[in-house]
Nanobody
């Protein structure tokens, strides 16, 4: 079955950067959206950024605007999230998501930002 493999998480000091990557295998057909969610302890899972593939429209949560950049290729089944100027509040488990005929999720990768 399809697996979404995430990489790039880790620990970084405030103000630093991380780049998250996600690759689906085997390929997913007819992807119409792909993106990243995150969930911090005690909080609900929230959408960080997404791409609507048909229009190539990118959406960012307010906290991500100006700091994060999402990019992806629905044919290659890849999506990345470049995170700059990280803050302590960005600490969370980040989940890759792709929607085709079904919804697919990664297992999550921990991002820890220290002061």
């Amino acid at each position: 079955q399809v697996q979404l493999v995430e990489s790039g998480g880790g620990s970084v000091q405030a103000g630093g950067s991380l780049r998250l990557s996600c690759v689906a295998s085997p390929n997913i057909a007819s992807i119409d959206s792909m993106g990243w969610y995150r969930q911090a302890p005690g909080n609900q899972r929230e959408l960080v950024a997404s791409i609507t593939t048909g229009s190539n429209i990118k959406w960012y949560a307010n906290f991500a605007k100006g700091r994060f950049v999402i990019s992806g290729d629905e044919v290659r089944n890849t999506v990345t999230l470049q995170m700059d100027s990280l803050e302590v509040d960005d600490t969370a488990v980040y989940y890759c998501h792709m929607r085709g005929r079904k919804n697919y999720w990664g297992q999550g990768t921990q991002v820890t930002v220290s002061s």
